[in-house]
Structure formats: C-alpha cells, structure tokens
C-alpha cells in the first residue's frame, strides 16, 4: 500500500480550485477597471502628442502634394493658353493676309491683262535709293522695266532681275519719273520722285495749268512702259508764285510705298 502523500490531487478538488482561481480574477480585473480608466484618460494626451508631429508631417506632405499638382495644373494651363493665343494670333494675320491678296487681285490692273502676285522681302537700307527685292525673277517672266501696283495704284518698276528675285524702283526714288495725265482734265506732266514715300513732284508744270488739290493723277500710257489708266497719286498742294514761270505742284502717291507687302506684276498686252 502506497503513502497517503504520494497521491494526486482528486479531480473534484482540482476543479474547485481551478474555479475559485476564475472568480478571483473576475473579481481582480472588475477592480482594475476604474484604474485602467484612469490610466487611458492620463496616457491619451501623451498618445495624441506623439503621434502630432507624424500627423503634422502628413498633412504638410498632402498640403505640398496638392500644391504641387496645383502648380502643375496651372503651368500646363498657362501653356495651353499660350499655344491657343498664338494659334489665334497665326489665324488672324492669315485672314489679314488673305485680305490683302484678295484686295490685290481686285486692284485697278485689268482683269484681262496677264499678272502675278509677289512678295516683299526686303527694303533697301540705303536712304537715297528707294529699291525693293521680291520674291518673283526671270524663271517667273520678270523683266527689266516691268511695271508694278499694289491694290492702290503704281508702286514704281522692276529694275534688275535675277533667276529668283529682282529689284523694284519705287516711283518716290528721285531717279524715278512716269508720264501721268489729270483724270478730271486730261492735262499731261510728268511725276517725279522726291526721296520720300509720301510725296511726288511735277516740275515744269505752266503757271495757267488746270490743276487743282485733290485731283487724281493716272498713268498717261506715255512712254509704253506703263499701261495707260493707273492711278499714281493725288495732288496736294498747288503754289503758284507770281514772276515764276512754273507751278510748284506736288502729289501724294495712292499706293502705300512705306508698307507694302504684297505687289502685282503686271505684262502688259499680254491676255490671261
């Protein structure tokens, strides 16, 4: 028979204990609770000012996020703006440009008479020569001679003329002279370059010719040079001195010869 000490524990007893063991640490963790409570309340200040400085990076980095896609949003409408305002821009000189070329090919030239379009490329730099080089030369017909307009009147004619380009004589050039007649009257004179785009002279004019300001001067056909009926210019002051033997008579050119763009070659007697 063994010892009485060197039995377990029956298993009534170990379920009692286990069971008082349970309602020990119910009743333990219900007096807790209350210190718990306190201890939250205390630690939760602490908790929300450690966690501030992770929030305050957040925010700063959402805040710089947006902004940045706001900076960028903004440069590529600026961009976009830009691109549409220069898209306008480029339409609104082509419907100018298209504006002048219509009102070229509707210039006083004769609609039957053969004509070509040219472009001004450049403007001679010396004051003293009033020369122009277009786009148009000898592989388009130009000759030496040839007259030229714009959709105003006479703008002078070309002078030199290579296999690509060729030089206009502008009619303010004081080398310049082209035979006119008064459209009103049918009085003949001769219009001289000045040296100034805005202004032509008619020397040699009687003291008794029927001249009056704002009369408008055409091309007479003198000459065969330029055909007959062009307007050239529009007179603006008539002085007659008395003991001269001349008038002192000038003009205003009617073609724009400080702005001109576009010209209108002309072939005179040649049909379209």
């Known amino acids: 028979m063994k010892p009485f000490f060197l039995r377990g524990l029956s298993p009534q007893y170990r379920l009692a204990m286990a069971v008082l063991f349970s309602l020990g640490l119910i009743v333990f963790n219900n007096q807790l609770t209350p210190v718990r409570s306190a201890l939250a309340t205390l630690v939760s200040p602490i908790q929300y000012l450690a966690a501030m400085p992770s929030m305050v990076i957040d925010a700063l980095s959402n805040n710089l996020a947006t902004r940045s896609m706001l900076l960028e949003q903004n440069r590529q409408m600026q ?34 008479s053969r004509r070509m379009v040219a472009e001004v490329l450049a403007v001679d730099q010396d004051p003293f020569k009033h ?16 007259p030229v307009l714009d959709n105003n009147g006479v703008v002078g004619q070309v002078v030199e003329v290579s296999q690509t380009n060729a030089r ?22 001769v219009a001289h370059g000045s040296g100034h785009t805005d202004e032509l002279e008619l020397p040699h004019v009687a003291m008794n010719t029927d001249l009056q300001v704002g009369d408008l001067l ?28 001349f008038a002192l008579v000038t003009a205003e050119p009617t073609a724009n010869l400080d702005r001109i763009r576009y010209l209108l070659l002309l072939w005179p007697g040649e049909d379209v």
């Not at 020369?131 to 040839?146: C, E, N, R």
């Not at 206009?168 to 050039?173: A, E, M, N, P």
């Open 79 to 112: 961009q976009e703006q830009l691109l549409i305002s220069e898209r306008l821009q480029r339409m609104e000189h082509l419907e100018q440009e298209n504006q002048r070329l219509r009102t070229l090919l509707d210039s006083p030239a004769s609609a039957d």
């Open 168 to 189: 206009v004589l502008l009619i303010s050039d004081l080398t310049h002279a082209i035979p006119v007649r008064v459209a009103s009257s049918d009085v003949r004179a």
């Open 218 to 245: 055409n091309t007479s056909g003198l000459g065969g040079r330029f055909p007959e009926g062009y307007p050239v210019a529009r007179i603006t002051d008539v002085q007659r001195t008395e003991g001269q033997t």
């Open 131 to 146: 020369l122009v080089l277009i786009d148009k030369g000898a592989l388009h017909g130009v000759y030496p001679g040839q």
